[in-house]
């Protein structure tokens, strides 16, 4: 599951560089993106790797077990443990580049002595800022996580709880593309369809193999 929730946030990463590029090359040059799309990427890639990550293991655990219970209790529990993940690997992520850009600052300072403190005021303004990525993806791959959560909780049909965890997510997926695009200025549509198939695939994937699995071992209750 987990390497079909990091296929999905490759794509997703994609859109929100594209994203950048094509912010910087707007019509108007007095806007600075750099500081929008430290939290943005945070926020966009928490948001869906916190939907498709909890809705796959709940098809995971649903195509084995068909207890409504066990079904929520996995996704409430992912949704925990991906939280601080998220947050803690964002964290020493941004913490890593923080470092990484502070030294460069620091060399190119020995090499450009000339307005030293106007300069590296204006870069360190433009780096970026480890406790802001991680409170935004923590705070994105919950509200992700609590979508399928929200809507199959009090479903006890065991093929309608399914059918309405990928109904759910797929819009919820295809509005995420949609919001990553409208504040990256990307292509809605193109951005929404590879979100949505990647997240499908990492459902479908999820699923087939853990029935294969339990079927397999005679895990199916």
């Known amino acids: 599951m987990a390497s079909n929730a990091a296929c999905v946030n490759n794509l997703v ?25 430290q939290w943005l990427r945070a926020a966009v890639l928490g948001a869906n790797d916190g939907l498709v990550s909890v809705a796959s293991l709940m098809m995971g655990v649903g195509a084995v077990k068909r207890d409504s219970k066990a079904m929520l209790l996995a996704g409430l529990v992912g949704c925990i443990a991906g939280a601080c993940s998220m947050a803690l690997g964002e964290y020493v992520s941004v913490s890593t580049q923080y470092e990484v850009e502070v030294g460069q600052i620091k060399r190119d300072m020995m090499i450009m002595m000339e307005n030293k403190n106007e300069m590296e005021k204006k870069r360190r303004s ?24 929200v809507f199959t909780a009090f479903v006890r049909d065991y093929r309608l709880r399914l059918g309405l965890c990928v109904v759910v997510s797929s819009l919820s997926l295809v509005g995420f593309g949609c919001l990553g695009a409208e504040l990256g200025h990307t292509h809605k549509v193109k951005s929404s369809i590879r979100i949505l198939i990647g997240g499908l695939l990492s459902m479908a ?11 397999s071992a005679n895990l199916e209750l």
């Open 13 to 37: 990463a994609g859109e929100v560089v594209v994203a950048a590029k094509m912010s910087e090359e707007d019509g108007n040059n007095n806007v600075d993106y750099s500081q929008r799309g």
């Open 205 to 215: 994937i999820t699923f087939g193999l853990t029935k294969l699995v339990g079927f």
């Open 126 to 149: 433009l780096l970026p800022n480890p406790l802001h990525a991680a409170l935004a993806s923590a705070l994105s791959f919950t509200v992700g996580a609590v979508i399928p959560l």
